[in-house]
Nanobody, 114 residues
Framework: QVQLVESGGGLVQHGGSLRLSCAAS????????VGWYRQAPGKQRELVAR???????IYADSVKGRFTISRDNAKNTVDLQMNSLKPEDTAVYYC????????WGQGTQVTVSS
């Protein structure tokens, strides 16, 4: 069993920045791909960014150039640096460890005011 805990969410103004962090209860991020997803009210959960065990990254088109996903194996964390935030980035953000584990964190709320 692995526990994932997200932190760093909050309220920020349009154009501001936040840094989300996903911490794991044991060393798994160097082994498995990890993604950040988000879900806005009334919408489906969507992939924001993903990083593989080898360090390759992909981003949703809507966040390219603004968000950066990174991993710190020593700290067992995967971070999402979010810059130039827009109101449409408002959502609950979730950390996800891909199968074979398939674990979700509890989510952290990000609210961007206009």
């Amino acid at each position: 069993q692995v526990q994932l805990v997200e932190s760093g969410g909050g309220l920020v103004q349009h154009g501001g920045s936040l840094r989300l962090s996903c911490a794991a209860s044991r060393s798994i991020f160097s082994i498995y791909a990890v993604g950040w997803y988000r879900q806005a009210p009334g919408k489906q959960r969507e992939l924001v960014a993903r990083i593989t065990s080898g360090g390759s990254t992909i981003y949703a088109d809507s966040v390219k150039g603004r968000f950066t996903i990174s991993r710190d194996n020593a700290k067992n964390t995967v971070d999402l640096q979010m810059n130039s935030l827009k109101p449409e980035d408002t959502a609950v953000y979730y950390c996800y460890v891909y199968p074979p584990l398939g674990y979700w964190g509890q989510g952290t709320q990000v609210t961007v005011s206009s």
